[in-house]
């Protein structure tokens, strides 16, 4: 039987290079129209394309497989307009990061703006050299554009150190120096990228790290600068520019509905609204402190809420779905209404904590004035509780984390080996001998970043009262390095990312109780170091789609986030002096720090009552750690089944994303799963299949296109509409009829009241006594 007779005889013949029949007839119809030609035999031919593109039709849809080496990337324009975006974009993002609501000024955004910016510097600028510099290159460059728009989003979101800061000021009365704050902010952003340096090899240049969310940037990126590339070919229909422009259109005002003009249409609550006061119907199918079983939305933010359905393999997203209903939508019900951990007196979805009456939890009432702890106090108020969701979301978070671990070892140690001693186990595909051009950043590079930020870490631990021993810094680098390559695999091939900080929690609120200043620390070295990493990975892996050359792409990156870092920075502190009433809850002008809130009431949880009267033996939440055994045998046995049955569905189970694809719940709810699978099954599963051509043409353009017109129309809302005149305009219309009332109604239903099943009797639930 010949190659093609094989394709066409079934799904999945190869899967190694991931083609369906409707993938074979796409390229026999479009990438190679000779195939017609009876002298030329399809099982060479097919072998050709794949030789000169890459094996993944992902990937072969989005990005382009040739390269101009010539093509202008550091340019005077590329550095002026990426250092702009670098201070505008990630200052902006921090000014409303302390408000509520908040709006946030995305990666798309910057990209789309980028572009017209670059345009009209190449139209508008003379074309003359100073200095030898010259003022205006020529057009500008799909390339320059990549590198512009990498500079605004390595810092675009508030760095995660901004918030120890915060929390130290509001909660502990702790104003250190901008010393201290600016040496500790750099080494918590930049530390990652020595250790994303290493990872390169494992995570960069094999063609199947596809990197997802990447495939959606690229598709942009050839769609703006009108790019042609094999996976499309010449398929007739509409050009990718205009369908781009008019699906950016379609998504731009449609959002004016579910975001301004009728807000009910992206809460459809509809069930709720027949049974407002039916406690167990609202339970279930509520969107606030329900289940969400009304599964629909008419709002793409809410279905993208985590992230676009269409830039997510639909295998993956089976495994997120198939995570969520029978974790949320079978065992949390029976938990529920068993009562098991009192759960029944509580919201069956939040995200707050409870005392045993069922208020929300009071921990000055536990706290001594310096926000150390006070046991005498916590004695006499409350163990701390928690809705039956909230409680399983950790559970899962435990089980990610042991996953992560078993299933990369079983799944991927044969790569990972052959990585580790330079004999590369996949073959390179065409990207990887493109980028083989280009000057590879040297490896004492990245030691010096390593060198001079965990430096700058020591000093602001050791010179400032952080209570915060070095040790516990040396180990959270340790944790994250040991998670950087398993975690970074998952996110490659599945776009799910397997987060650190509830186990940085848990192993510092064990390590050192009472003191929650070293618990954020500890927390975000663990954490972020690894999150940095993988976004300097994921951008190393963009610049290797698009040709950029390495050792640009890492100067541009730590030269962004060093302003990132210091914009935010001095934004903060300008924020703190100049506005009034900073994070008080009743800010008159919204800026009530609702993240600030929560980060500093985590460490008081986890750093000053302590994991250990939350989950070690005879404490509430003692049975979640059985997640942790759970998570370590789950992917065991898949493995198991896989060996027995290579070719059966099993081999698309993936329990680190079973675990971890729900990891934003609560807040999220169903409304962010269960319409963002459904959408994803159609143009993931069903169009791939039957109408590859199209896909491979539009799906990425069309999720691209869907994302940056709701950013846009998202900033244009809150600017021009509610941040005016303090949101009065359209007070006495727009936002007294009944497509924004129904609103109230649906607050004043019992899911929107966030009623319990069980009443908490007057003397309170659970145990009379606790330690």
Not at 387 to 401: D, E, P, Q
Not at 654 to 679: D, E
Request: aromatic fraction near 16%; hydrophobic fraction near 45%.
């Amino acid at each position: 039987m010949s190659f093609v007779e094989e394709k066409q005889s079934g799904d999945f013949i190869d899967a190694e290079k991931g083609l369906t029949t409707g993938e074979l007839e796409a390229i026999e119809a479009v990438a190679h129209p000779d195939f017609d030609d009876p002298n030329i035999d399809k099982n060479d031919a097919i072998e050709g394309i794949l030789e000169d593109d890459s094996p993944y039709p992902e990937v072969r849809s989005a990005v382009s497989n040739t390269d101009d080496f010539n093509m202008p990337v550091s340019t005077l324009r590329s550095w002026t307009l990426g250092l702009m975006v670098s201070i505008i974009i990630p200052g902006l993002n921090q000014f409303f990061f302390f408000r509520y609501p908040s709006v946030t000024i995305t990666g798309i955004v910057a990209q789309l703006l980028a572009f017209p910016a670059g345009r009209a510097w190449a139209k508008f600028v003379p074309n003359v050299k100073v200095f030898g510099v010259a003022l205006n290159p020529g057009p500008f460059s799909i390339k320059e554009h990549v590198l512009v728009t990498i500079m605004a989003t390595v810092g675009y979101q508030s760095a995660y150190a901004t918030d120890i800061v915060a929390v130290q000021r509001v909660f502990y009365d702790q104003v250190f120096n901008f010393s201290y704050q600016w040496l500790m902010v750099m080494s918590t952003q930049l530390i990652g990228f020595s250790i994303g340096g290493i990872a390169r090899r494992f995570l960069v240049q094999p063609p199947s790290m596809i990197w997802p969310t990447n495939l959606v940037t690229c598709a942009l990126f050839n769609t703006l600068h009108s790019t042609q590339y094999a996976g499309v070919g010449s398929r007739g229909g509409v050009n990718r520019e205009r369908f781009f422009l008019y699906a950016f259109l379609g998504s731009f005002t449609w959002y004016f509905f579910p975001g301004y003009l009728f807000k009910a249409l992206s809460y459809f609550t509809w069930v709720c609204w027949i049974a407002p006061e039916n406690i167990k119907v609202n339970q279930m199918f509520g969107y606030i402190s329900g289940l969400g079983m009304s599964t629909i939305t008419f709002d793409w933010a809410q279905i993208a809420f985590n992230i676009s359905p269409l830039a997510t393999p639909w295998w993956a997203e089976a495994n997120v779905a198939f995570a969520f209903v029978f974790f949320y939508w079978l065992i949390a019900p029976i938990l529920y209404y068993r009562n098991t951990w009192n759960s029944a007196y509580l919201p069956v979805l939040n995200d707050g904590s409870f005392d045993r009456h069922g208020n929300a939890y009071n921990v000055t009432a536990i706290t001594n004035v310096d926000g150390t702890f006070n046991q005498e106090a916590y004695t006499a108020y409350s163990p701390l509780y928690l809705s039956v969701t909230f409680a399983l979301a950790y559970g899962l978070s435990f089980a990610s984390v042991t996953a992560t671990l078993t299933h990369t070892f079983l799944f991927y140690r044969k790569q990972i080996w052959h990585q580790a001693r330079r004999s590369i186990h996949e073959q390179a595909d065409i990207h990887a001998r493109l980028m083989a051009r280009y000057p590879q950043v040297p490896n004492w590079w990245f030691a010096i970043v390593f060198v001079v930020m965990f430096v700058f870490g020591v000093i602001s631990i050791e010179v400032w009262d952080t209570k915060f021993p070095v040790q516990y810094f040396i180990l959270a680098l340790v944790i994250s390095f040991v998670y950087i390559i398993p975690i970074g695999i998952i996110q490659a091939i599945t776009n799910q990312q397997v987060g650190l900080n509830v186990i940085t929690e848990l192993i510092i609120g064990y390590a050192l109780p009472g003191r929650p200043i070293a618990m954020m620390m500890f927390k975000t070295w663990g954490y972020i170091t690894m999150a940095q990493a993988l976004q300097f990975t994921q951008d190393l892996k963009l610049g290797h789609y698009m040709k950029i050359p390495p050792r640009t792409m890492f100067t541009a990156q730590v030269i962004a986030a060093v302003i990132a870092g210091t914009t935010q920075l001095g934004v903060q502190a300008w924020m703190f002096t100049n506005i009034q009433g900073m994070c008080d809850q009743d800010q008159p002008d919204g800026f009530k720090c609702p993240s600030t809130t929560v980060f500093g009431t985590a460490s008081i949880i986890w750093g000053v009552i302590g994991p250990r009267r939350i989950f070690s033996s005879g404490a509430t939440y003692n049975g979640l750690l059985f997640f942790f055994l759970v998570g370590f045998l789950a992917p065991l046995g898949a493995w198991l089944v896989h060996l027995k049955w290579p070719n059966s569905w099993v081999r698309y189970v993936n329990f680190p994303v079973v675990f971890t694809g729900t990891g934003n719940l609560p807040p999220a709810t169903s409304i962010n799963y269960i319409p963002w699978a459904i959408v994803g099954f159609i143009f993931n599963y069903v169009i791939r299949r039957r109408h590859f051509s199209w896909w491979t043409k539009y799906n990425y353009v069309l999720s691209a296109a869907m994302d940056s017109g709701v950013a846009v129309s998202t900033v244009v809302i809150f600017f021009c509409l509610q941040f005016p005149l303090k949101g009065t305009i359209g007070a006495n219309t727009i936002q007294t009829w009944w497509g924004n009332t129904v609103l109230k109604v649906f607050l004043n239903t019992a899911d929107g009241q966030e009623l319990s099943l069980l009443t908490p009797p007057p003397e309170g639930f659970g145990p009379n006594t606790w330690k």
